[in-house]
């Protein structure tokens, strides 16, 4: 007991010396952190006394008592005198020491709060598994993504390697996208400081696309962090508030985010990575009242099977000051950016092969006031960048001939927001609008399209369709959290060009007329939707909707080239001074609105962050084991959601028509084709529909499938179930093709020649979901059996290209193509039965079959389009001389049954309705 007395005066002694401390330094100021020795005797003081009362310090403290011992203190700092004593003027000896507290506040901007520097997916090891208590100078993460893509009538264009050059090509045909990413980080820290060190790896693939894989999406077992670091904790002493000002220098390869992610950010949302080699030294940290960030570094370039490697063409550098002392109302960051890339003249892209230096001061603010907040940044642009043009000297013409113009651009976003924070979802409604600025005119002699540096795209669109250049974007956001784990945010964006004069990059669209061509500025809307859930400690659940309008811009290329504005004179310009190249046609794609939903999970190996009691597979093994305590028997009358994986099979059969046509377009109403006017085309057009027809028969589909679900279930007293579930099924390998090869000989005449068929008919699945009812009986309390059925959808792609190729004399050789494409959601009818066991409380297995019937997929073209028969556009519109018109023409028709099997097993997670807690 003595010992305790003299440790507890030992504690009212330091907590005394901190509440008088603050009167000899600064009245007005908080109160000064007491000193190491003090600090420790305290709270050995602390530990004592928490034995002799029979509590553990080191647990953390009740929310009530902790909330309770918060307004003590803030009533006690209330009572205090400016000269630092009690309402009765004495000392305020029994005022409690202020606890050192960070001066950083978090945006609330939307997806604008950078990363921290250690990956959000890394855990102290010490915090995670207890039998690894006590290692806490090691950081160790392991986490997995699953994301299922899929994309109809996808703007951004996929560059083609197989040609030479690489050629930019347009997405025709809906994709479904598997992709796959895999960290693995451990970090050293503490135990040999100042020395610490990092190494990450990342490996990303991608599966079941129809077009080549991208930069962005592959990039196979490679370094993405590999630095070490000097780290001084206090080498700049502390702040006001008591937090070590630290001094940080490293040197490696390394990712990191800045500002609000506009400019320099790892794009997490991408299966790839941004990432630098280079030094980076920071003065202070986030937590103090200023610190100053300044790196000089080098992009990786990533490449899909190799080892990455550093750009020596570009060298990006800068510094960022963040100014914390009033947080509470506004963080201050002033910054510069800058870049300089050396010209390349091997280089395939481009922008590569001209120099360029770019100069980015800027300012951000952003803060917090009750339930309002705000985020503003503006950055302003000048330097100069090479433009490639031709050059006439002494009557010999020179191509791609380096100039330098002058660079100057501007770009700022603002985003300001409301939460309701006395509402139980605590909802937060914002309004955004961004500029940035493009070149007004591909002849001046000067460039004001905004340089994007190295930023994230999600914040502009859910679609990837936008970044910071050359836009105009106003949009209203919600954010919510109707249940725990919970969030959903939903958003309705409009974009404009900045710049008429100048491309939309991402859709690589361009027009150097600008508006005189009567395209206008206008790009279109989007709508975006996205839940976000919490399934475990280990595993979280995202899924996403966007959709995308198109406006007058984009509709503007969707016709052949001679029904597009100004037509020629835009066109002419390719081979003017200025050397530059209008966008022709995307066939129609670009007048067609665009849809992408994803389903993601991400499996964390060392969890949330919280301490793990117990590792899953004992937890589970203690559940279902041999010596399981007996659990209370399950409801049945609960909500769930959960996991799903199986496969799918089905053999859809087509039936095909071909026949002659007279014209390229049916007269309204007309729905048989009539054979062309003239004998010798009327012959060859039926040897071409004869040679191109594809019997009928059926494709074979079959591969893996994986999803979502989400029920509700309700038992009745004598032990019947009813419920109602939901599923959606991104699909992987449910594709075929049949194809078949011919030609037709014309011997003589005007026709004569050589003909060459090919015919090619494609059926795939992209994805299935379904809406059901359930009807079981629970033949066990944990065991219940039952029978489904409801509506069914899915998307469903019939094309069947019918090709033909002229070779002869009488004519210049080209090729037509009839294409009869089918490529939409289909909604149906399915049924089926499984079982679900409720192995542990609040936790299902379920094994499930389905038949699905989705109905028939119908498609016709009843033309020929004529790919290369006129040298002055690209396609046939129907009009024009003889000579430059088929001298054929057939059309196809067909009809496809989507009609298949499924099995799949999941994991459900109940929430009892009527459960007490």
Do not use: C
Not at 72 to 101: I, N, Q, R, V, Y
Not at 407 to 432: C, M, Q
Not at 523 to 539: N, P, V
Not at 839 to 864: C, I, R, T
């Amino acid at each position: 007991m003595a010992d305790f007395r003299r440790q507890l005066k030992l504690g009212v002694a330091a907590a005394a010396l901190a509440a008088i401390a603050p009167a000899s330094v600064r009245a007005e100021d908080k109160p000064a952190p007491a000193s190491v020795e003090t600090q420790a005797a305290a709270q050995k003081a602390g530990k004592e006394s928490a034995k002799e009362t029979g509590k553990d310090a080191t647990k953390p403290a009740d929310p009530k008592a902790a909330a309770d011992a918060a307004k003590t203190a803030k009533d006690a700092k209330s009572t205090k005198s400016a000269d630092g004593k009690g309402k009765d003027g004495k000392p305020g000896a029994d005022a409690k020491p202020e606890e050192k507290k960070s001066y950083y506040v978090p945006t609330r901007g939307y997806r604008l709060e950078p990363q921290s520097d250690i990956p959000p997916y890394v855990r102290n090891l010490g915090k995670t598994y207890k039998q690894f208590e006590g290692i806490d100078w090691l950081n160790v993460g392991l986490d997995s993504r699953t994301r299922f893509e899929f994309r109809q009538n996808d703007y951004r264009p996929w560059t083609d390697t197989a040609t030479n050059p690489p050629s930019s090509q347009r997405k025709y045909f809906p994709n479904s996208l598997w992709l796959s990413r895999t960290r693995v980080y451990v970090g050293v820290q503490n135990i040999l400081d100042p020395f610490r060190a990092v190494v990450e790896f990342q490996d990303s693939r991608a599966f079941n696309s129809l077009y080549e894989y991208q930069g962005q999406e592959i990039n196979q077992t490679d370094l993405i962090s590999a630095y070490g670091e000097l780290y001084f904790k206090d080498a700049l002493g502390k702040d006001p508030r008591g937090n070590d000002r630290s001094l940080t220098v490293r040197a490696g390869r390394f990712h990191f985010e800045l500002l609000d992610r506009r400019l320099i950010a790892e794009n997490e949302f991408r299966n790839t990575t941004n990432n630098f080699d280079g030094v980076r030294i920071k003065l202070g940290k986030k937590e103090n009242d200023w610190d100053l960030d300044s790196f000089l570094m080098r992009p990786v370039i990533r490449y899909p099977y190799q080892f990455d490697r550093p750009d020596w063409q570009n060298l990006v550098y800068g510094s960022v000051f963040s100014y914390r002392e009033f947080s509470q109302y506004a963080t201050v960051q002033p910054y510069f950016l800058g870049r300089t890339q050396f010209a390349d003249q091997t280089n395939v892209s481009a922008a590569a092969k001209v120099h360029r230096e770019t100069y980015a001061p800027g300012l951000r603010i952003y803060g917090v006031l009750g339930n309002f907040d705000y985020d503003f940044d503006i950055n302003k642009q000048f330097g100069a960048i090479g433009r490639l043009q031709t050059a006439v000297l002494g009557g010999q013409t020179y191509d791609n001939i380096e100039v330098t113009v002058p660079h100057n651009a501007l770009a700022w976003g603002l985003e300001a927001g409301y939460t309701f924070s006395d509402h139980p979802w605590k909802p937060r409604i914002s309004a955004v609008y961004v500029y940035g600025s493009g070149n007004g005119s591909p002849f001046s002699y000067s460039n004001s399209n905004f340089d994007i540096f190295y930023g994230f795209n999600q914040p502009f669109s859910r679609n990837d369709y936008f970044a910071w250049n050359n836009i105009k974007d106003p949009k209203v956001r919600l954010e919510f959290t109707p249940a725990k784990n919970l969030q959903i945010d939903t958003a309705f964006s409009a974009y404009w060009l900045a710049d008429a004069g100048s491309a939309w990059d991402r859709a690589n669209l361009f027009s150097p007329l600008g508006d005189i061509a009567g395209r206008g500025t206008f790009l279109g809307t989007e709508f975006d939707i996205r839940a976000r859930y919490k399934l475990s400690q280990f595993i979280n659940l995202t899924a996403s909707y966007a959709h995308f309008w198109p406006g007058s811009f984009p509709a503007s290329f969707a016709p052949p080239v001679r029904g597009q504005p100004y037509w020629p004179q835009s066109y002419g310009l390719a081979d003017s001074w200025f050397n530059v190249r209008q966008t022709t046609t995307t066939n129609g794609l670009t007048a067609k609105p665009t849809d992408f939903f994803y389903l993601e999970a991400t499996v964390n190996a060392f969890g949330d962050g919280q301490p793990i009691t117990k590792d899953p597979a004992s937890t589970l093994w203690g559940a279902i084991g041999p010596n399981a305590p007996a659990a209370p028997p399950p409801s049945w009358r609960d909500v769930y959601v959960g996991l799903n994986g199986g496969g799918a099979w089905s053999t859809p059969g087509t039936y095909t028509w071909v026949a002659p046509a007279a014209t390229a377009v049916l007269a309204p109403g007309n729905t048989a084709w009539t054979p062309p006017p003239t004998g010798a085309s009327l012959d060859l057009s039926n040897q071409l529909a004869a040679a191109n027809y594809l019997p009928n028969g059926n494709n074979r589909l079959a591969g893996f499938i994986g999803g979502f679900q989400l029920g509700a279930n309700w038992r009745f007293d004598n032990n019947i179930v009813a419920g109602a579930e939901t599923d959606i099924h991104a699909v992987s390998g449910n594709m075929d093709s049949k194809v078949l090869g011919s030609t037709v000989t014309v011997p003589s005449g005007s026709l004569k020649g050589l003909y060459v068929n090919w015919a090619q008919r494609n059926t795939q699945l992209n994805y299935i979901g379904t809406v059901r009812g359930r009807l079981g009986y629970a033949v066990t309390p944990t065991l219940q059996l039952y029978g489904t059925g409801g509506l069914a959808y899915g998307g469903a792609i019939s094309n069947t290209a019918l090709f033909t190729t002229f070779t002869g004399t009488t004519r210049a050789a080209a090729t037509t193509l009839t294409d009869a494409n089918y490529q939409k959601t289909l909604v149906g009818w399915t049924a089926g039965g499984g079982l679900e066991w409720m192995f542990m409380p609040n936790w299902s297995l379920k094994a499930e079959y389905l038949y699905y019937d989705l109905g028939n997929a119908v498609a016709a073209d009843q033309h020929a389009t004529g790919l290369s028969f006129s040298a002055a556009t690209s396609v046939w519109t129907g009009t024009g001389a003889p000579s430059t018109r088929p001298p054929y023409d057939y059309g196809v028709a067909t009809r496809t049954r989507f009609d298949g099997n499924l099995f799949h097993a999941g994991i459900n997670r109940h929430f009892d309705l009527f459960a007490k807690d």
